[in-house]
């Protein structure tokens, strides 16, 4: 480090000591969620996720209609408030799954590129983005999450659940 100048050095250090403890680091949960809006439905904005383990078997789930007054926060900055609805279900999760996804490694996936832009630059383009994304990270660094965030390809396994739809075959 003798090329890089005193200021900096510390810095360094700082990023090299985290990094290395980060070798070998393995994916212990998957977080799949949805958001949906359907403005001529009953329930028109309804959001769920997914919580599936490294053997890919299903620990958890949850669906919710949003409630009326929610829907309309996010309705004043946005005429089709999906991007809000996509963020949404990923702080239900945090705090819904705390115990389980506390000192994880974990794969939020998400199907909408907006939202996982948000949550890959920590900053969010509505109001209600923003505080959901900083809501967000502040459960991040509590929990002690080391999460990465993905766009699925084809299907998502959430999209049932945020659809409110929770018959098995």
Known sequence: MDYVQVPHQFSLAVLNSQT?????????LQ????GAYEPTSATPATIGGLLVDEWGRS???FGLALPSSLLEQFLEFSEHPIYELELLPVLVAIKLWATFLCRSHVVFYLDNNAAHSALVRADGATPAAIGIVTEFVKFEKLLHLLPWFRVPSHSNPADDASRLSFNVP
């Open 20 to 28: 290395t403890s980060c070798i070998n680091l393995e994916i212990d």
């Open 59 to 61: 620990l958890e789930f």
């Open 31 to 34: 977080c799949h969620r949805d």
